[in-house]
DNA sequence: GCCAACGTTGGC
DNA sequence: GCCAACGTTGGC
């Protein structure tokens, strides 16, 4: 089983959303980034365990744990031209982006912070703190996973 | 709102 | 294939 961290903007869909969505499920739409749509497509499984990382908000930080409900299929937003990632590139015959399906697993007791993170030595491989790092989706090793997990 | 970092685009 | 221009991400 592998682990991964997600990003999302809670203005946007947070962690609440899931939460409140039928059967705590949703589609993870809207990646348009071949590194992290590499990662979906070819390395989430079901079972796969999820940080739930709310980005560009006051207090950016790890939420909550999700996990893969649905492996990799296309995202059938990209076909759409009135959503706002439409790629005209993609099409169904071919798809360039994929999505999978994640479902929520818990809150966490508190927001483990990107600035409490970032104390951490036992984290500096972690992609989230490296320099410049913009991925939506990275994946956390089993040892970081655990270290993070234990900070709650 | 600013801006550093980085991915993508497109002219050549 | 190079690289400048441009767009996006996301912390601050």
Same mark, same amino acid.
């Given at each position: 089983?592998?682990?991964?961290? %997600?990003? =999302?903007?809670?203005?946007?869909? +947070? ?15 809207? *990646? &348009?980034?071949? !590194?992290? &749509?590499?990662?979906? &497509? #070819? #390395?989430?499984? @079901?079972?796969? !365990? ?9 207090? /950016?930080? @790890?939420?909550? @744990? %999700? !996990? *893969? *409900? $649905? ?8 076909? #759409? ?6 790629? /005209? ?5 071919? /798809?360039?982006?994929? %999505?999978?399906? *994640? ?5 966490? =007791? $508190? ?12 984290? +500096? ?5 490296? $320099? ?6 990275? /994946? ?9 997990? +234990?900070?709650?």
């Amino acid at each position: 089983m592998n682990y991964w961290l %997600m990003k =999302s903007e809670p203005d946007t869909f +947070g962690i609440d959303d899931l939460f409140n969505r039928p059967g705590q499920t949703e589609h993870w739409d809207g *990646v &348009r980034n071949y !590194q992290a &749509r590499n990662m979906m &497509r #070819d #390395d989430m499984k @079901i079972g796969d !365990q999820v940080f739930f990382y709310h980005s560009n908000c006051d207090e /950016p930080g @790890i939420v909550g @744990i %999700m !996990q *893969v *409900v $649905r492996e990799a299929y296309p995202d059938f937003t990209a076909f #759409d031209p009135d959503d706002k990632h439409f790629d /005209p590139k993609s099409n169904p015959d071919k /798809p360039t982006w994929y %999505m999978v399906d *994640v479902k929520f697993v818990r809150k966490l =007791s $508190r927001n483990i912070s990107l600035r409490e993170l970032k104390l951490k030595t036992e984290l +500096g491989d972690l992609a989230l703190l490296r $320099r410049g790092n913009r991925l939506s989706i990275m /994946p956390v090793n089993a040892e970081q996973w655990a270290f993070i997990l +234990g900070l709650e």
